[in-house]
């Protein structure tokens, strides 16, 4: 009975630091994002078709970044 306490124990340990983690890593990933749009947003474009380019360029680096972790 006892072992099955220490393994309930370490298994709700294991899944606290895995879910530390994944905040971790969340929060990283949505600073880099948040960061690349606060650069277009501070932008002076010249007209729409500036600001659609950069927005395209941030889509085509997320698309890619999807891509990359898909073949993990």
Do not use: C, F
């Not at 729409?48 to 360029?57: E, G, H, S, T």
């Amino acid at each position: 009975m006892a072992e099955r306490d220490e393994q309930a124990v370490l298994m709700k340990e294991i899944q606290t630091r895995l879910e530390k983690k994944v905040r971790e890593n969340e929060i990283e990933l949505l600073g880099y994002w948040k960061e690349q749009l606060d650069r277009v947003a501070s932008l002076k474009p010249e007209g729409i078709a500036a600001l659609q380019l950069q927005v395209k360029r941030i889509s085509e680096m997320m698309a890619n970044r999807i891509r990359i972790l898909k073949r993990d």
